[in-house]
């Protein structure tokens, strides 16, 4: 569903219509094909997904001005309000066999991070694998999803939602202690199409890199974005906590997790807690068991 099924339902003064974003886009193929755009939609990614398997092409975007359920990891609601945020799926091909895919997570939260970093002087971090935090609270987080044909890929997902010009006291109170956005980390509004440019330019470059065998500089962006190295963490699985001490991160994108008995495990996702001081200020650019 394009806006032209629905152009009734269009916002007045949109900034994010197919034109506003096509205008000034400097990518090559994100983004300069087909674009849906939605006033309110239940997920970008639930649509994505849908035509994806529909066959739509590589780059094409689908953006909503708001959700009704956007998710974040494991199922958890992404507050979404009107106008405010920016909220993003991405539909991609990559040419990288199944067990890679890890990697489009990094490629992806170094993408969002220098994009934010395009637009705000605020230091800010990745956190593992695929949060955007600035002061240690969550701005933007990304969500992946990728449908197998066989033993390829046939299609991935990146959804990313950005909490951009929400005032502190216009988010849930539960959330409050926990989330920020650009607009109440900074006291000032932020161009959405301009973050959405960055956003699409940046991850058209690292997801060139990728596709060119270039991974191993994602990971030095991305380990320098996240400064995770060497740091003390608590990691919770789905069936069991981890807690250790950060050692790297590996070719495939699993975190290298030393336990306090000295054994090494590789860790596909979790939820990190850092145990020790952290340290967020961020600039513009093993072997063992498995979890």
């Given amino acids: 569903m394009t806006i032209a ?12 219509l197919p034109a506003e974003i096509r205008r000034g886009l400097k990518t090559s193929l994100l983004g300069q094909g087909r674009i849906d755009y939605f006033p309110k939609i239940d997920s970008t990614n639930i649509h994505a997904r849908r ?24 199922g958890r609601a992404w507050f979404s309000p009107a106008g405010k945020g920016l909220y993003l799926s991405v539909v991609l091909r990559p040419r990288i066999p199944p067990a890679e895919a ?11 991070a220098e994009a934010l970093l395009a637009q705000t002087t605020v230091p800010l ?17 990304i969500l992946t999803e990728m449908r197998l044909d066989g033993e390829r890929i046939s299609h991935v997902v ?22 920020t956005s650009l607009f109440a980390a900074t006291g ?45 963490v608590t990691i919770a699985g789905v069936e069991r906590t981890y807690e250790g001490e950060v050692v790297d991160i590996d070719q495939t994108g699993f975190l290298i997790l030393r336990s306090p008995d000295g054994t090494l495990r590789r860790i596909l996702a979790g939820d990190v807690s850092m145990i020790d001081t952290p340290s967020y200020p961020r600039g513009p650019e093993g072997s063992g068991n498995s979890a």
Avoid: C
Avoid at 5 to 16: F, K, M, T, Y
Avoid at 208 to 218: A, S, Y
């Fill in 5 to 16: 099924d629905r152009p009734a339902e269009v916002p007045q003064g949109s900034d994010l």
């Fill in 51 to 74: 035509i994806a398997d529909a066959g739509a092409p590589e780059g094409t975007i689908v953006v909503a001005e708001a959700q009704s359920a956007g998710k974040g990891r494991r």
């Fill in 102 to 112: 890890p990697r489009l997570v990094l490629t992806a939260a170094v993408a969002a």
């Fill in 125 to 141: 971090s990745v956190k593992w694998p695929n949060d955007i935090l600035i002061a240690g609270k969550k701005v933007a987080g």
């Fill in 158 to 179: 990146i959804g990313l939602g950005a909490n951009v010009n929400t005032a502190a006291e216009e988010m849930p109170s539960e959330i409050r202690p926990i989330a």
């Fill in 188 to 232: 000032r509004t932020v161009s959405r199409p301009a973050l959405l440019h960055s956003l699409l330019e940046r991850l058209e470059h690292w997801y060139g890199l990728l596709q060119e065998g270039h991974f191993e500089r994602i990971r030095a962006r991305w380990l320098d974005l996240a400064a995770i190295v060497g740091r003390r």
